[in-house]
């Protein structure tokens, strides 16, 4: 068996009130005057107030204007404001914006440094001062509260950062269905096609192993039995179900990356701010192909979880557009409204210098990537 490594050192703590043991979980890690991230949705939602009820943390700085697609920006005012009121740990409520910008606050923190863009491309950094750090997802899909990725968006440059590093990561993560079950169908959908490419790329990138792909495929039973279930509505054990998939694809690709639709969707994302989640599931079906016209045992594995189906990518792609059109997701780039013809190469160029594009199980070219984009419009 060739080399690999898996590393995941949070602890997860999920199901019904699970927000209940986050005050414990913070007083053990020494978090006295924490600093609480959220974006103003969910203040507005009241849900920052209702988590605030939930745990009885108190004696919070927060800071809620994160905006959706994280920035670099935001990311070092952030870090400026944690020192300046004297914080010493961080609790993040929110979807992987959220997460991520949590995440590069406590890299600047613990590097002990002022401009996350100074570690652009620092792989290998040291542990650096310890900033103790919760995290409490909002959305079932980014699996961000246990991987050691961050994505933040540099607006100048209309591209998003790809930061790694495992002292990113959170000490803990509270996956409690009461902070996703008022997810509208269109967010619930999105955020769990994304659960579902991080699975699906995971187990077929070049570094996927046996742990990620026994994590791959635990999330992948419960994302294709479940996710059309919480599009319809909110149970309590469904949205359960959806975090602790999300999470567990999450952990999965943290160990062995992603691939193509990654690539092109983060480059889509910061081109023409094409939300996330949309780009994964409109993207999805067209790499798949690509990438099984190159290799046709690639995603024989995933057959057996459409049963009666005889072609994976045809199932997947039924499966993708079926959730899709249940919760009124664009299923082409040109539904979304956003997407720019005139800018194909500009978005191939940023694809192809993108991390994930690294361990894609196919090679594409820049001409590749334009000729998948212009027939997913």
Same mark, same amino acid.
């Given at each position: 068996?060739?080399?690999?490594?898996?590393?995941?050192?949070?602890?997860?703590?999920?199901?019904?009130?699970?927000?209940?043991?986050?005050?414990?979980?913070?007083?053990?890690?020494?978090?006295?005057?924490? /600093? &609480?991230?959220?974006?103003? @949705?969910?203040?507005? #939602? !009241? $849900?920052?107030?209702?988590?605030?009820?939930?745990? %009885?943390?108190?004696?919070?700085?927060?800071?809620?204007?994160?905006?959706?697609?994280?920035?670099?920006?935001?990311?070092?005012?952030?870090?400026?404001?944690?020192?300046?009121?004297?914080?010493?740990?961080?609790?993040?409520?929110?979807?992987?914006?959220?997460?991520?910008?949590?995440?590069?606050?406590? /890299? &600047?923190?613990?590097?002990? @440094?002022?401009?996350? #863009? !100074? $570690?652009?491309?620092?792989?290998?950094?040291?542990? %650096?001062?310890?900033?103790?750090?919760?995290?409490?997802?909002?959305?079932?899909?980014?699996?961000?509260?246990?991987?050691?990725?961050?994505?933040?968006?540099?607006?100048?440059?209309?591209?998003?950062?790809?930061?790694?590093?495992?002292?990113?990561?959170?000490?803990?993560?509270?996956?409690?269905?009461?902070?996703?079950?008022?997810?509208?169908?269109?967010?619930?959908?999105?955020?769990?096609?994304?659960?579902?490419?991080?699975?699906?790329?995971?187990?077929?990138?070049?570094?996927?192993?046996?742990?990620?792909?026994?994590?791959?495929?635990?999330?992948?039973?419960?994302?294709?039995?479940?996710?059309?279930?919480?599009?319809?509505?909110?149970?309590?054990?469904?949205?359960?179900?959806?975090?602790?998939?999300?999470?567990?694809?999450?952990?999965?690709?943290?160990?062995?990356?992603?691939?193509?639709?990654?690539?092109?969707?983060?480059?889509?994302?910061?081109?023409?701010?094409?939300?996330?989640?949309?780009?994964?599931?409109?993207?999805?079906?067209?790499?798949?192909?690509?990438?099984?016209?190159?290799?046709?045992?690639?995603?024989?594995?995933?057959?057996?979880?459409?049963?009666?189906?005889?072609?994976?990518?045809?199932?997947?792609?039924?499966?993708?557009?079926?959730?899709?059109?249940?919760?009124?997701?664009?299923?082409?780039?040109?539904?979304?409204?956003?997407?720019?013809?005139?800018?194909?190469?500009?978005?191939?160029?940023?694809?192809?210098?993108?991390?994930?594009?690294?361990?894609?199980?196919?090679?594409?070219?820049?001409?590749?990537?334009?000729?998948?984009?212009?027939?997913?419009?």
């Amino acid at each position: 068996m060739r080399y690999f490594e898996f590393y995941n050192p949070v602890q997860i703590c999920a199901g019904d009130d699970a927000l209940g043991n986050l005050k414990y979980a913070a007083d053990s890690l020494g978090i006295r005057h924490p /600093l &609480l991230l959220t974006d103003e @949705t969910l203040t507005k #939602l !009241g $849900l920052a107030a209702k988590f605030l009820s939930l745990t %009885g943390l108190s004696n919070c700085t927060s800071y809620d204007r994160v905006p959706a697609d994280s920035s670099v920006d935001t990311v070092n005012q952030i870090a400026k404001l944690y020192r300046d009121q004297g914080c010493d740990g961080i609790v993040a409520l929110g979807g992987g914006s959220v997460l991520d910008t949590a995440k590069g606050v406590k /890299l &600047l923190i613990g590097q002990r @440094t002022d401009n996350i #863009l !100074g $570690l652009m491309g620092c792989e290998n950094l040291p542990r %650096g001062e310890r900033v103790p750090f919760i995290a409490v997802p909002t959305t079932a899909g980014t699996g961000s509260e246990c991987t050691p990725v961050a994505v933040i968006r540099h607006p100048d440059r209309s591209v998003k950062l790809e930061y790694i590093s495992p002292y990113m990561m959170p000490d803990a993560a509270f996956l409690d269905p009461r902070m996703t079950q008022s997810l509208p169908p269109r967010v619930t959908a999105a955020t769990g096609l994304d659960a579902l490419c991080h699975a699906i790329e995971a187990c077929t990138c070049d570094q996927h192993n046996p742990l990620s792909d026994a994590f791959v495929f635990a999330a992948m039973r419960i994302i294709v039995e479940k996710l059309p279930i919480a599009v319809g509505r909110n149970a309590s054990d469904v949205r359960t179900d959806m975090a602790v998939a999300a999470c567990m694809a999450g952990a999965a690709f943290g160990n062995s990356m992603v691939g193509a639709v990654h690539a092109i969707g983060h480059a889509l994302g910061g081109v023409c701010h094409i939300a996330h989640g949309e780009a994964m599931a409109i993207l999805m079906p067209h790499v798949m192909a690509f990438n099984r016209a190159r290799d046709r045992a690639l995603y024989a594995p995933l057959l057996p979880l459409f049963p009666g189906e005889e072609d994976p990518v045809e199932a997947v792609t039924r499966f993708v557009r079926g959730v899709s059109e249940a919760a009124g997701l664009p299923t082409r780039l040109r539904g979304t409204g956003k997407f720019d013809r005139s800018r194909v190469d500009e978005i191939a160029e940023k694809a192809l210098n993108d991390g994930a594009m690294i361990v894609n199980p196919a090679y594409l070219s820049k001409e590749d990537v334009a000729q998948l984009l212009l027939r997913a419009e």
